[in-house]
């Protein structure tokens, strides 16, 4: 059984419908095992121009009252900036895939993604819908994890067993990584018995504490959609534990982004401590993150912790020149605002590592924030040249 059909209630699948000209699979479903709906809740992008299937989405599950019974995906092509036709396209994929699950199309939600501004081959989808629905089972979640892949190396997927409820998840998201959330889709199920509206709760705090502190580039997608589904079929699940198990697969999902990021050779953790406030530390930490001049060094494997120090203190927030100290991992780098000797050979054999962690204390109060990057390479440039 694979990650996402790992709860009870649940079937998932996927097929090569042919947006892909590579052959790989483009279409998949996760839905209810028996067609019925279940509570759901989905958070999307803040971004303005936010594409069909986002529009679709938001509109079915307040029509459903925060209830669906499946999930149609598409990869290949984003559906974003695609007009009328656009939209209509998005809901036709509903319509037909309510069809073979024998639901209403207010309780399919749809999402999309691949490169923007280019218009849905639509013909191709209609054809390819009844056979992912057709190939659906509680044994279909690897191929539905796969065929929401665009430039992704590797399947995203997480299974959390809590201690009467399973969490199973995928996602997809490897470039145009920033925050609110990424170009990223990511997809959660549960057998925990949760009603809808607190679902949504505890699914926009996980992804406040790891999606929305993810950036690889800047860059803000039109398509980012994270949804969850909630069976029942286990029965009721301790609030607080059924938080810290989405906190914690939300959180696995977004460091599994970074480590796939487009180019990248380096996850890098920035942590400020010592901040005024939460807030102030985190705006310090994505400032340190989407700096171009300190991703480079991290790409040089070279602790420049001058690049990091200046940019926290160019960020605006409270900070004081003789107060601050810089760690790479154990070793500190500056302290009282002044550089400190570290054995170069222990640090050079730390930057092998694909996860980093700079922590920057200020010693201002007890503030703490922390973003998750990437550093910036030559193959980065290269993948997105051609990109629209």
């Given at each position: 059984?694979?990650?996402?059909?790992?709860?009870?209630?649940?079937?998932?699948?996927?097929?090569?419908?042919?947006?892909?000209?590579?052959?790989?699979?483009?279409?998949?479903?996760?839905?209810?095992?028996?067609?019925?709906?279940?509570?759901?809740?989905?958070?999307?992008?803040?971004?303005?121009?936010?594409?069909?299937?986002?529009?679709?989405?938001?509109?079915?599950?307040?029509?459903?009252g925060?209830?669906?019974?499946?999930i149609?995906?598409?990869?290949?092509?984003?559906?974003?900036?695609?007009?009328?036709?656009?939209?209509?396209?998005?809901?036709?994929?509903?319509?037909?895939?309510?069809?073979?699950?024998?639901?209403?199309?207010?309780?399919?939600?749809?999402?999309?993604?691949?490169?923007?501004?280019?218009?849905?081959?639509f013909?191709?989808?209609?054809?390819?819908?009844?056979?992912?629905?057709?190939?659906?089972?509680?044994?279909?979640?690897?191929?539905?994890?796969?065929?929401?892949?665009?430039?992704?190396?590797?399947?995203?997927?997480?299974?959390?067993?809590?201690?009467?409820?399973?969490?199973?998840?995928?996602?997809?998201?490897?470039?145009?990584?920033?925050?609110?959330?990424?170009?990223?889709?990511?997809?959660?199920?549960?057998?925990?018995?949760?009603?809808?509206?607190?679902?949504?709760?505890?699914?926009?705090?996980?992804?406040?504490?790891?999606?929305?502190?993810?950036t690889?580039?800047?860059?803000?997608?039109?398509?980012?959609?994270?949804?969850?589904?909630?069976?029942?079929a286990?029965?009721?699940?301790?609030?607080?534990?059924?938080?810290?198990?989405?906190?914690?697969?939300?959180?696995?999902?977004a460091?599994?982004?970074?480590?796939?990021?487009?180019?990248?050779?380096?996850?890098v953790?920035?942590?400020?401590?010592?901040?005024?406030?939460?807030?102030?530390?985190?705006?310090?930490?994505?400032?340190?993150?989407?700096?171009?001049?300190?991703?480079?060094?991290?790409?040089?494997?070279n602790?420049?912790?001058?690049?990091?120090?200046?940019?926290?203190?160019?960020?605006?927030?409270?900070?004081?020149?003789?107060?601050?100290?810089?760690?790479?991992?154990?070793?500190?780098?500056?302290?009282?605002?002044?550089?400190?000797?570290?054995?170069?050979?222990?640090?050079?054999?730390?930057?092998?590592?694909?996860?980093?962690?700079?922590?920057?204390?200020?010693?201002?109060?007890?503030?703490?924030?922390?973003?998750?990057?990437?550093?910036?390479?030559?193959?980065?440039?290269?993948?997105?040249?051609?990109?629209?």
């Amino acid at each position: 059984m694979s990650a996402i059909t790992a709860p009870k209630g649940f079937v998932a699948g996927g097929v090569h419908a042919g947006l892909k000209t590579s052959g790989k699979l483009d279409l998949s479903i996760v839905a209810t095992a028996d067609g019925k709906p279940v509570s759901a809740a989905a958070v999307f992008t803040s971004n303005k121009l936010a594409a069909a299937p986002v529009q679709v989405s938001r509109a079915h599950l307040a029509a459903s009252g925060g209830r669906a019974a499946g999930i149609i995906v598409n990869s290949g092509n984003a559906n974003a900036a695609t007009g009328v036709a656009g939209y209509e396209h998005a809901e036709q994929m509903c319509e037909l895939t309510a069809d073979g699950l024998g639901c209403t199309a207010d309780e399919i939600l749809v999402c999309s993604t691949g490169l923007i501004g280019i218009p849905m081959p639509f013909d191709v989808v209609e054809a390819g819908i009844p056979q992912v629905v057709a190939s659906r089972s509680t044994m279909g979640g690897t191929d539905a994890a796969t065929g929401i892949m665009t430039t992704d190396s590797v399947r995203k997927e997480v299974i959390h067993q809590g201690s009467t409820f399973k969490i199973g998840a995928m996602a997809k998201g490897a470039g145009m990584l920033q925050p609110n959330m990424a170009t990223m889709l990511a997809f959660l199920t549960t057998d925990a018995e949760v009603e809808p509206s607190d679902l949504h709760a505890m699914l926009r705090q996980a992804v406040d504490k790891s999606f929305n502190r993810l950036t690889v580039d800047g860059a803000q997608s039109t398509n980012d959609t994270v949804i969850a589904l909630a069976s029942g079929a286990a029965g009721p699940a301790d609030p607080a534990e059924l938080q810290e198990a989405l906190d914690s697969v939300c959180y696995d999902l977004a460091l599994q982004m970074a480590d796939d990021a487009e180019g990248s050779t380096k996850t890098v953790i920035i942590r400020i401590q010592g901040a005024v406030d939460d807030l102030q530390a985190l705006h310090a930490a994505r400032a340190v993150a989407n700096n171009q001049l300190a991703k480079c060094s991290w790409y040089g494997k070279n602790a420049y912790w001058g690049r990091v120090a200046s940019e926290v203190g160019a960020s605006g927030i409270a900070f004081d020149p003789d107060l601050y100290s810089v760690s790479y991992g154990e070793a500190v780098t500056a302290a009282a605002g002044v550089a400190v000797a570290y054995d170069e050979a222990k640090m050079a054999e730390y930057f092998e590592n694909r996860r980093i962690h700079i922590t920057v204390d200020l010693g201002l109060g007890d503030g703490v924030g922390e973003i998750v990057t990437t550093d910036l390479s030559h193959a980065y440039v290269d993948e997105n040249m051609g990109k629209s």
